[in-house]
């Protein structure tokens, strides 16, 4: 499993970086992706990394959200800033394309006053 931690509550247009680390010797030759899910929704793609640090992002997180990698440490990050209410959720990190097997627990964020 993929586990993702550095959620929590922050306030509208606050800032939170979420953390991923994975174990092996495979992540560095794969895309990865952080995933959210909100309450009564289906679980979406937030942004994705290739393995050379290309990112792309979802329209709805474009310009807020940022997703690198540190290869050496075995890391994917996702820094989220002018955070909105509407980004409350779970979030997950996995590869990209996702594996079932390695679908963590993940992480709560809420955004909040």
């Known amino acids: 499993q993929l586990q993702a931690s550095?959620?929590?509550?922050?306030?509208?247009?606050?800032?939170?970086?979420?953390?991923?680390?994975?174990?092996?010797?495979i992540f560095s030759n794969n895309a990865m992706g952080w995933y959210r899910q909100a309450p009564g929704k289906q679980r979406e793609l937030v942004a994705r990394i290739t393995s050379i640090g290309s990112a792309n992002y979802a329209d709805s997180v474009k310009g807020r959200f940022t997703i690198f990698r540190d290869n050496a440490k075995n890391t994917v990050y996702l820094q989220m800033n002018s955070l909105k209410p509407e980004d409350t959720a779970v979030y997950y990190c996995n590869y990209y394309p996702p594996r079932m097997d390695y679908w963590g627990k993940g992480t709560q964020v809420t955004v909040s006053s």
């Not at 922050?10 to 970086?17: A, D, K, N, Y």
């Open 6 to 25: 550095g959620g929590g509550l922050v306030q509208p247009g606050g800032s939170l970086r979420l953390s991923c680390a994975a174990s092996g010797s």
